[in-house]
């Protein structure tokens, strides 16, 4: 069975200090990894999509990286409406179907 | 354009009851997931609809069904509910079938609270 595992569960930042995010992963037939952000009372908004081990993305302060096991979401300077939390998912191929399975999540504070 | 629309938002329930809630994609795309997410499971795949056919279905027991109209909207149902059916349950829809692509776009989510 595929898992995916966040760390930390949440984090606290000060504004301007940067810090990653880890998302770990067991999954055969894997076809992709996908970034998420979730804000309070909303539903999840993609953010990247990595598909080999190396492969990296950018998006304003934000950075994803992949490898064979893990992928980190890098935040540079953070500031407080990074404030959210971000979900992993996985997408995998079965015999069953391909299924897209997420994890539990790192929630991110960040201060003023 | 618009986003995925889901209704209704909040709902209160009580336990054996049943729910209906909908799901209106966004216009032009055909597929249709729903998920279900608790503080302590995150986010549970329930089921993936693709032209008002079922593609995938998530380890959920049979009181949770769902179906596709030919306007792409969705419903999923869930019946004699239980308190641990209380969640948020959320939507998301993509232009082509899920499976292919993990590049989903999610509604704001309908939360269901059962008594």
């Known amino acids: 069975e595929d898992q995916v595992t966040q760390s930390p569960e949440a984090l606290r930042l000060q504004e301007g200090e940067s810090s990653s995010l880890n998302c770990s992963y067991t999954?055969?037939?894997?076809?992709?990894l996908f970034w998420y952000r979730q804000d309070p009372g909303k539903g999840p908004e993609f953010l990247f999509t990595l598909y080999s081990a190396g492969e990296e993305k950018e998006k304003e302060r934000l950075k994803a990286t992949l490898t064979k096991k893990e992928s980190f979401l890098h935040i540079t300077a953070p500031k407080p409406e990074d404030s959210a939390t971000y979900l992993c998912?996985?997408?995998?191929?079965?015999?069953?179907?391909?299924?897209?399975?997420f994890g539990e999540g790192t929630q991110l504070t960040v201060n003023p | 354009k618009a986003g995925v629309t889901q209704t209704p938002r909040y709902l209160i329930k009580t336990r054996g009851q049943q729910v209906t809630l909908s799901c209106s994609p966004i216009s032009g795309h055909r597929s249709v997931s729903w998920y279900q997410q608790t503080p302590g499971q995150g986010l549970q795949f329930l089921f993936e609809y693709f032209s008002e056919t079922q593609r995938n279905k998530g380890n959920f027991p049979g009181r949770f069904s769902g179906r596709q109209f030919s306007n792409s909207r969705s419903e999923m149902n869930v019946s004699t509910l239980e308190l641990g059916d209380s969640a948020l349950y959320l939507c998301a829809s993509n232009s082509g079938p899920s499976t292919d692509t993990g590049e989903l776009f999610f509604g704001e989510g309908s939360r269901l609270t059962v008594l």
């Open positions: 998912a996985v997408l995998s191929l079965k015999t069953s179907g391909s299924r897209l399975t």
């Open positions: 999954v055969s037939g894997l076809r992709g």
